[in-house]
């Protein structure tokens, strides 16, 4: 018999038992999940047939496309040798072993050691965990805390939530936990009014080091960030922003964590963000693109100066995960990275999809609806405005209770396109595999959905 679910079916016991992140779960259940049932290339099924162009890559992390079959077979043959085993008590697993090699050497200069996790959130915790670590190794114990910035992500772990900078978040419960600061985030279109963005990233940077000496120098462990913001918006920094803050965290001895969970493997055209940012960071937490998201993997890639510490003089580290270096997504890593390597989508992003993707997102800022366009590598965002202005500061946006950028994203579901809503903000970040041509295609259907959203809120009364 056809053990196939319909769709309503499928939705029923969805909205009976299964509790999704980040979701309104009564909401959810009046209107039905969408189901999607297959992936391949750049596109995702949903279980009425639909074919949609996945614009965010899964969530950041599909960077080599679905339907790698060469991926399924390497963790097929892990899993009939070595399904699981653990990494304690001395013991180690070939895949790993491997993947940490390829890592080390991957990463920029300096990093030679993995820690293993199995999420962003788990490795954001993990590089947590080691700067505390490092400064008791250091005798310098005092120093405990963390900055950050706000709207920043860094995950839903209570570290990783109390890192980021998500107010929604830390509303609900006692977040941040003590120990963590934020400063507001290096945002030209929403703090640069008057400045031109050069002076922006050094007065954002600033911001940092008037923190620091706020709390004491000697209390100030390290700071955190993303290269660039990804579920924040796809908030670009300018270009002196990044090399003040390297400026700022070596006048105070503060360790520097690039949070590269959706930055690195290949999105911002680099293998890892900060290496085209300007920064020179001690812990960089990754995930998503290290599999493509087909198996859950993350870690922490540790720069010598925190290495030597653990590795020399730190005896025993009492941290980790039961599947921190599991053998079956160490296997899926290794043949991703393959692919990223042999296919050359570094690269590529760097030359080709990369400034594709900028020219036709410039095209779109010419939209009635669309206030300013920005992208990087292969993640670009746009502005949905009331009222275009001369500027980026001069354009007048929606009140934010119309949720526009909601109206705008299920006109993009319902003509077979995947993009992110933050706000008014609408983002993509597509698989690394995506051509020119493939760009240009899914840019006309986010064209025709502005239009059509623009059609919506003049019937609204919205303009
Ligand atoms: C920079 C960064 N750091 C850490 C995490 C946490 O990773 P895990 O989820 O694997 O624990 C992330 C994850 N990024 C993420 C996760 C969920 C939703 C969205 C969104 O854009 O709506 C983005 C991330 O983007």
């Known amino acids: 018999a056809d053990t196939r679910l319909d769709t309503r079916t499928l939705q029923q016991l969805d909205s009976a038992h299964f509790l999704h992140p980040f979701t ?38 599909v960077n080599v496309g679905y339907g790698r079959t060469s991926i399924t077979q390497a963790v097929a043959r892990q899993m009939d040798v070595l399904p699981f085993y653990n990494s304690f008590f001395n013991t180690t697993n070939v895949p790993a072993v491997k993947l940490a090699e390829k890592l080390a050497g991957l990463a920029p200069p300096g990093f030679e050691h993995v ?12 590089a947590l965990r080691m700067v505390w670590r490092y400064w008791q190794l250091m005798d310098q114990p005092e120093r405990r805390i963390v900055i950050s910035r706000r709207n920043a992500y860094h995950g839903s772990t209570v570290a990783g939530a109390s890192l980021g900078g998500m107010a929604a978040m830390h509303a609900q419960g006692a977040l941040p936990i003590p120990g963590i600061d934020h400063i507001e985030q290096p945002n030209f279109a929403e703090h640069g009014r008057g400045l031109s963005e050069a002076e922006f990233g050094l007065l954002a940077a600033d911001w940092l080091e008037r923190k620091v000496l706020e709390l004491g120098p000697d209390k100030v462990a390290a700071f955190i960030g993303e290269p660039v913001q990804g579920a924040g918006g796809v908030i670009i920094p300018p270009q002196t922003y990044w090399p003040q803050i390297q400026r700022i965290c070596d006048k105070y001895g503060i360790l520097l964590i690039s949070d590269e969970v959706i930055c690195g493997f290949g999105r911002l055209g680099t293998w890892f963000g900060c290496e085209r940012m300007g920064m020179r960071p001690d812990l960089i937490p990754f995930a998503k693109g290290v599999t493509s998201g087909y198996v859950p993997l993350g870690g922490v890639l540790v720069g010598e100066r925190v290495a030597r510490a653990l590795v020399e003089r730190g005896g025993d580290f009492n941290h980790g995960f039961t599947y921190s270096g599991h053998p079956v997504a160490c296997a899926a890593a290794l043949e991703n990275l393959r692919i990223i390597e042999d296919e050359k989508l570094v690269e ?3 030359r080709e999809t990369g400034p594709h993707l900028k020219a036709a997102f410039a095209r779109l800022a010419n939209h009635p609806l669309v206030g300013h366009a920005e992208a990087i590598g292969m993640a670009a965002g746009l502005n949905l405005v009331r009222r275009k202005g001369a500027t980026v500061h001069d354009c007048e946006p929606f009140a934010r209770d119309l ?4 109206v705008c994203r299920q006109h993009m579901f319902d003509n077979g396109v995947i993009m992110r809503a933050v706000g008014d903000r609408m983002i993509v970040a597509p698989p690394l595999v995506m051509t020119g ?14 239009d059509l959203t623009l059609v919506d809120v003049q019937r609204r009364g919205w303009l």
Do not use: P, Y
Not at 24 to 46: F, N, P, Q, S, T
Not at 48 to 56: A, E, Q, S, T
Not at 115 to 126: I, K, L, P, V, Y
Not at 437 to 450: G, T
């Open 403 to 406: 949720a526009v950028g909601m």
């Open 24 to 61: 309104d779960h009564g909401a959810l259940g009046a209107k039905g999940a969408r189901v999607i049932v297959r992936g391949d290339g750049i596109h995702v099924w949903d279980s009425d047939g639909h074919k949609i162009i996945d614009g965010m890559s899964g969530l950041w992390c």
């Open 348 to 350: 590529r992003v760097a």
């Open 115 to 126: 820690f293993f996790t199995s999420s962003g959130s788990e490795a954001n915790d993990t």
């Open 437 to 450: 041509a493939q760009i240009d295609e899914m840019v006309e259907r986010i064209r025709l959905c502005l």
